[in-house]
């Protein structure tokens, strides 16, 4: 079994910051990319940023600039930083792992629960 755990997550007004992070735990043998998405009332679940196993990252270009995603590949965590935030990152956040587990041949997508981020003021 895999779980990814968010938290950081709350209400900020517009221009502050917001620090979410997840930590994947479970019977993993390798994670090979991990990131975050979100998804807003109505609207599909996007790619917010991600970063691979070996420190290579991409971010949505509605965020460049503002967000910076991090990784502990010994912890199994990911990190997203948020500044200046606008009210149109309100959504929720979704943390997400490409993984194999322990007695597989497939890797997969593992989700967390997610968490709210709230931008208004």
């Known amino acids: 079994q895999v779980q990814l755990v968010e938290s950081g997550g709350g209400l900020v007004q517009p221009g502050g910051s917001l620090r979410l992070s997840c930590t994947a735990s479970g019977d993993i043998f390798s994670i090979y990319a991990m990131g975050w998405y979100r998804q807003a009332p109505g609207k599909q679940r996007d790619l917010v940023a991600r970063?691979?196993?070996?420190?290579?990252?991409n971010y949505a270009d509605s965020v460049k600039g503002r967000f910076t995603v991090s990784r502990d590949n010994a912890k199994n965590t990911v990190d997203l930083q948020m500044n200046s935030l606008k009210p149109e990152d309100t959504a929720v956040y979704y943390c997400?792992?490409?993984?194999?587990?322990?007695?597989?041949?497939?890797?997969?997508?593992?989700w967390g629960q997610g968490t709210q981020v709230t931008v208004h003021s």
């Open positions: 997400n792992g490409d993984l194999l587990r322990y007695g597989s041949s497939r890797r997969g997508d593992y």
């Open positions: 970063v691979s196993s070996t420190g290579s990252t």
